[in-house]
């Protein structure tokens, strides 16, 4: 998998029509697996707590505000994790949640592709 191609951001209410997609996630660390760091738990700007499992052997760093996973999705509560970006400890994840609802409404205006 290349981490330069366009994956879908998406909500956590969308999860479940991505089922072995990868895919952008954001959310707020509210837990991290303190024995194992092969997980982590966000919470999404829906309310929802999603799963991130780590892969490829590598340990969930301890992190806390606000982040963004790229992984496969492995049902509509957990994503397959293979990268992620700390997005600070200020980030607006309602406007967030707004921006990807209306990229998934209006696809002509967002286009997914390589820069």
Known sequence: ???????PRVTSSMLGDFIGSTVCLAGQ????DQVSRQWARIQTGEGTQV?????????FELVDGFVEVLGTVADK???????????????DLGAYDEAVRL????PELFPQRSM
């Open 77 to 91: 509560n957990s994503i397959d994790m293979q990268f992620y970006a700390s997005l600070g400890n200020d980030f």
């Open 1 to 7: 998998m290349s981490l330069a191609a366009p994956r």
């Open 51 to 59: 799963q991130c499992r780590v892969t490829l052997g590598d340990e």
């Open 29 to 32: 660390v509210v837990e991290v």
């Open 103 to 106: 990229s998934a409404q209006y």
